[in-house]
């Protein structure tokens, strides 16, 4: 199913499937939701004794002229609203409890999911879907978890204490009440059918907006620099519309329903004054009755209305946590060893054995590519664009899985590894630096307390990044933006690679960036990079000519295979892929140094 489409899922409901998972997220809170349940009994029953002590004050009290009863009733009456606040104090209370302490049990168990699926997963769902389903779902459940389930409770037992003083009262006069009920059923029926709808157009329409406004606040440089804003501003409005309509016809059915029900509320009690003042002039009923019946009938009203309103939210909860439970059942995972290998003399030596790699099945990015580093060794890949460098950098740090052949580390198969031991060994830099909102500190050692400060700075130092952090107004405390915005693309590389060195991997890969940066930051990062890859295996893909110059050996790509191996002269002198693509790419930078 796609996701545009999964998001437009409304089911049912109530799903017993469904509700059984999800009750499970609520047991560790049972005794929270039994005091619930029990309050709500008491709160239920709380308003239907006032029309009862109505009736003892008009019928006995007034007519008998008995003012300290009345008195007396009254003083109940108002000690029956106060002891009603206190116990709807707590109950709301509790309720809000079991919701928020349930939504977030779940929400770690999402995030802790979504931390371990692999990059496939990620392929294939867009961002935008994901964050929804933590957020905006997630809340979808917190309105069932506290208001919903136990408010169903106390409107149910809020319509069975009515029914059972109404016709414990008068029973004909319980019957007339009654009268009006299938109208109001069939009401409900056609509304509710028609608000699904609404619902799922709605849902549709704001999931097409958040895209949208997602891709769009994501690729805002491109908007602006082909001054694009008109036209985007024309589409969003179109989608912003048709978001606007879809709200307003949902609130057309609600702006008709309620005042239906309000309708035949008056009905009733126009049935109500009708019989029953007939009856009480003919003497077969007592006024205080009356009084009471009409009271009961506007309580009645309001829980019937509610259960109609809980039964959307149960419906959002049911479709929104078909949505969660797909994301936790899905195990794009990478499989681990069930008797993981740790290495105890780590040397460093990769090999590649005939592999094969597809992302989609049968469409192969890597073709029975072999080759061997020895420890310490760098490699150099050089290819035209999706030659599949990137790819050999995924395989490596396994968050693919190869399709056939071997990959192996000190002569062991990396999948014999823990994933997050095999990526303890290897520090990977890539072209794109990601930096993270915090400091230009936490940027380095990624919130590892074993990297201490010294050690941050120490490694600031040999990358030659400590210059400019220390020009920097908070120096290793200043606050780095989302993303580093605030920070130049030389710097945040330079970050980058101070970040990869705190780390001291054994096996580094690097993913040069293209960019161009001016003379002096290039230095620093020709110079960083060289001490980078000292005394480590190191797998670069090059853009640099010096690194490339510099490697031990380089792999030459092309279309998936690998074409050629050997040294820079060696692959000069071959005049093969390499020779022209070193003429047509790297020569330039050779005039530039020699300049
Ligand atoms: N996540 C993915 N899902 C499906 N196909 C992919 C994915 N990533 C890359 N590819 C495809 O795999 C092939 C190799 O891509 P790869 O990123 O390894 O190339 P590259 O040599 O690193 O290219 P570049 O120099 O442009 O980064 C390309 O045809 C690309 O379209």
Redesign the pocket.
């Known amino acids: 199913m796609s996701v545009q489409k999964e998001d437009e899922i409304i089911g049912k409901a109530y799903d017993s499937k469904l509700m059984k998972r999800l009750l499970t997220y609520i047991k560790p809170y049972r005794k929270y939701v039994f005091l619930a349940i029990f309050m709500n009994i008491v709160v239920a029953a709380l308003p239907s004794l006032r029309p009862v002590l109505t009736k003892i004050a008009v019928d006995d009290k007034i007519t008998n002229h008995d003012y300290n009863g009345l008195l007396l009733i009254i003083v109940a009456l108002f000690g029956i609203l106060i002891f009603q606040s206190i116990v709807q104090y707590f109950l709301t209370y509790f309720t809000e409890l079991i919701g928020q302490k349930t939504i977030y049990d779940l929400r770690t168990q999402l995030f802790a999911h979504v931390q371990k699926l692999s ?2 997963y990620f ?1 294939k769902v867009p961002i935008g879907r994901t964050v929804t389903r933590v957020t905006n779902d997630v809340d979808a459940l917190n309105e069932m978890f506290s208001s919903g389930i136990v408010e169903i409770f106390s409107d149910l037992f809020m319509i069975i204490w009515i029914l059972v003083f109404m016709f414990w009262m008068s029973w004909s006069l319980a019957l007339i009440t009654l009268a009006v009920f299938p109208i109001l059923i069939f009401a409900t029926f056609l509304f509710r059918r028609k608000v699904r709808e609404t619902y799922r157009d709605v849902r549709k329409h704001l999931a097409r907006l958040n895209s949208y406004m997602q891709e769009h606040i994501t690729g805002m440089n491109v908007v602006q620099i082909f001054a694009k804003e008109k036209d985007e501003l024309k589409r969003f409005s179109s989608i912003n519309k048709d978001h606007k309509d879809a709200n307003i016809r949902s609130i057309f059915y609600y702006a008709v329903f309620y005042p239906f029900v309000e309708l035949l509320n008056s009905i009733a009690i126009g049935l109500i004054i009708w019989y029953g003042g007939g009856e009480v002039i003919q003497k077969h009923l007592s006024i205080g009755v009356l009084f009471a019946f009409i009271q009961f009938v506007e309580m009645f009203w309001r829980p019937v209305r509610d259960l109609s309103e809980k039964y959307n939210i149960l419906q959002g909860a049911m479709a929104a946590s078909e949505r969660i439970f797909k994301l936790l059942d899905d195990n794009t995972f990478i499989e681990n060893p069930a008797k993981p290998i740790s290495l105890k003399n780590f040397k460093g030596e990769i090999e590649f054995k005939n592999v094969w790699f597809a ?2 099945p049968g ?1 192969y ?2 073709k029975n590519i072999s080759f061997k580093l020895k420890p310490g060794e760098t490699v150099a ?1 050089v ?12 395989i490596l740090t396994r968050f ?1 899985d190869i399709e056939k052949g071997s990959i192996t580390i000190d002569g062991i198969d990396i999948k014999n590894f823990h994933e997050k031991e095999l990526r303890k060994y290897i520090a990977v830099v890539l ?1 794109d630096v990601f930096l993270f909102s915090g400091d230009v500190k936490t940027n380095i050692n990624l919130g590892n307390e074993n990297i201490s400060e010294e050690k941050i700075i120490e490694a600031a130092k040999i990358v030659g990044a400590d210059k400019f952090i220390n020009q920097l107004p908070n120096k290793y405390n200043e606050e780095v933006k989302e993303k580093g915005a605030t920070l130049s693309v030389g710097q945040r590389q330079l970050i980058s690679f101070a970040r990869a060195l705190s780390y001291n991997p054994q096996i580094l890969i690097l ?1 040069e960036a293209t960019s161009s940066v001016d003379t002096e930051t290039e230095k620093l990062i020709q110079n960083a990079i060289e001490k980078l890859l000292k005394g480590r295996t190191s797998i670069v ?1 090059a853009h640099r000519l010096s690194t490339i110059q510099n490697a031990d050996k380089i792999l030459v ?1 092309h279309k ?1 295979e690998l074409k050629e191996v050997g040294n820079h002269q060696e692959l000069l002198a071959k005049k093969g892929i390499y020779y022209r693509l070193y003429q047509l790419q790297y020569k330039d930078q050779e005039k530039i140094k020699t300049n």
């Open positions: 990059l496939k392929d992302y989609n469409e990015v890597l890949i290819g035209a664009t999706g030659a599949g460098k990137t790819s050999i950098i995924n693919y072209q993913d893909i790509m998936g």
